[in-house]
């Protein structure tokens, strides 16, 4: 099950107390002081892990607390500090504070930690509490306790390549063929209810993740149809390939496009300048050749052909998409550098 919203409450580990020990020795009447100090508490930390796409398991898992550091004891031995507790999720998770709204972290990169509330500290143990007047203190401090948040996560699926378009213009047929990636294909609308990730390999070890997203629709920005749920997903991609049934959609190719396209515009500016890739569908079907000649010349522009199901125009499409893909990443690379 695709999860991609969670809250979760996380609290680190209190700090272990301090001890009061004096020393119980045969002989010694007026043993000194000799009480270790307390641990600290563990952490809790947020661990982006590479091969996870889903918030699924932190959904069965509200509470989430390190453990507490160990009490200080006689003999000056100390407690020993709390464990710290990893919490994993999928790269591209966004780390809000529930309560305040603030974006405290944006997982972007696999293996990387973030600690989001700190165990607490230890207390000291009597002997810290010695002087030349004060020598058989039973001073000690308990431990502090760890800090507490309630988190909101936000999952933002990072591909390189975002199929867009109507439900029932090929997406998962395509995603299906191009990958090992199963998504449901039927002949109805709004067959995926869940975007699906598929890693797509090319000669010459290239490859690149190809997301297959819910279709949307006109007014999906104000929640027709699947509404806006998924298209912040859309934002993590390098390419748009728009896919285009010139054939079986009722209406007008063209005004279909311009739709799809005013529902990213309005939803971010971030999508209406990621670079885009026009592929019409579906031309093993009857007409689709003639079809996808109106089409372009009402659309002037450029756009492939392609038919998942023959395997017609894969190949000349998906060396467009890694050249679009590699020059994607390049910028990256250098806005990167540049900051």
Same mark, same amino acid.
């Given at each position: 099950?695709?999860?991609?919203?969670?809250?979760?409450?996380?609290r !680190?580990?209190?700090g272990? +107390?301090?001890?009061?020990?004096?020393r119980?020795?045969?002989?010694?009447? &007026?043993?000194?002081?000799?009480?270790?100090? !307390?641990?600290?508490?563990? !952490?809790?930390y947020?661990?982006?892990?590479?091969g996870?796409?889903? #918030?699924?398991d932190?959904?069965?898992?509200?509470h989430?607390?390190?453990?507490? !550091?160990?009490?200080g004891?006689?003999?000056? =031995?100390?407690?020993?500090?709390g464990?710290?507790?990893h919490?994993?999720?999928?790269?591209g998770?966004?780390?809000?504070?529930?309560?305040?709204g /603030?974006?405290?972290?944006?997982? %972007?990169?696999?293996?990387q930690?973030?600690?989001v509330?700190?165990?607490?500290?230890?207390?000291?143990?009597?002997k810290h509490?010695?002087?030349? *007047?004060?020598? *058989?203190?039973?001073?000690f401090?308990?431990g502090?306790?760890?800090q507490?948040?309630?988190l909101?996560?936000e999952?933002?699926l990072?591909a390189?390549?975002?199929l %867009?378009? #109507?439900? +029932?213009?090929?997406?998962? *047929?395509?995603?299906?063929?191009?990958?090992?990636?199963?998504?449901?294909?039927?002949?109805y609308?709004f067959t *995926? #209810?869940?975007?699906?990730?598929g890693?797509v390999e090319?000669s010459g070890?290239r490859?690149?993740? /190809?997301?297959?997203?819910p279709g949307?629709?006109?007014?999906?920005h104000?929640g027709?149809g699947?509404?806006?749920?998924?298209? &912040?997903?859309?934002?993590?991609?390098?390419?748009?390939v @728009?896919?285009?049934?010139?054939?079986?959609?009722?209406?007008?190719?063209v005004? @279909?496009? @311009?739709?799809?396209r +005013?529902?990213?515009?309005?939803y971010?500016?971030?999508?209406?300048?990621?670079?885009?890739?026009?592929?019409?569908?579906?031309?093993?079907l009857?007409?689709?050749?003639e079809?996808?000649? %109106?089409?372009?010349?009402?659309m002037?522009?450029?756009a492939?052909?392609?038919?998942?199901?023959?395997? +017609?125009g894969?190949?000349? =499409?998906?060396?467009?998409?890694?050249? /679009? %893909?590699?020059a994607? &990443?390049?910028?990256?690379s250098?806005v990167?550098?540049?900051?």
């Amino acid at each position: 099950m695709f999860i991609d919203e969670a809250e979760i409450y996380v609290r !680190g580990g209190d700090g272990g +107390n301090g001890s009061p020990s004096l020393r119980r020795e045969k002989f010694v009447p &007026r043993g000194g002081p000799d009480g270790g100090d !307390g641990g600290d508490g563990g !952490g809790v930390y947020l661990l982006a892990e590479a091969g996870l796409d889903t #918030l699924l398991d932190l959904k069965g898992k509200h509470h989430w607390i390190a453990e507490p !550091g160990k009490h200080g004891r006689g003999k000056n =031995m100390h407690g020993r500090r709390g464990k710290d507790l990893h919490i994993k999720v999928p790269p591209g998770t966004l780390i809000y504070d529930r309560d305040t709204g /603030m974006l405290l972290k944006d997982l %972007v990169e696999a293996d990387q930690p973030v600690l989001v509330a700190a165990g607490g500290p230890g207390g000291r143990g009597n002997k810290h509490f010695t002087s030349p *007047t004060h020598q *058989t203190p039973r001073e000690f401090e308990q431990g502090l306790p760890g800090q507490e948040r309630h988190l909101r996560l936000e999952l933002k699926l990072i591909a390189d390549v975002g199929l %867009v378009g #109507l439900p +029932n213009a090929g997406k998962s *047929t395509l995603l299906s063929r191009l990958s090992r990636a199963r998504p449901k294909i039927a002949d109805y609308p709004f067959t *995926t #209810l869940e975007p699906q990730l598929g890693i797509v390999e090319m000669s010459g070890y290239r490859r690149f993740v /190809m997301a297959d997203l819910p279709g949307l629709i006109e007014g999906a920005h104000e929640g027709r149809g699947l509404g806006d749920t998924f298209l &912040r997903h859309i934002e993590r991609t390098r390419v748009i390939v @728009h896919l285009v049934d010139v054939v079986g959609t009722e209406g007008d190719p063209v005004e @279909h496009y @311009h739709a799809i396209r +005013n529902e990213l515009n309005k939803y971010s500016q971030i999508l209406a300048i990621k670079p885009e890739l026009i592929v019409i569908s579906k031309l093993d079907l009857t007409d689709a050749d003639e079809l996808a000649d %109106v089409f372009v010349e009402e659309m002037g522009k450029p756009a492939l052909r392609i038919s998942a199901a023959t395997g +017609n125009g894969l190949d000349a =499409m998906l060396d467009r998409i890694w050249r /679009m %893909v590699e020059a994607a &990443r390049g910028d990256a690379s250098q806005v990167a550098e540049s900051v």
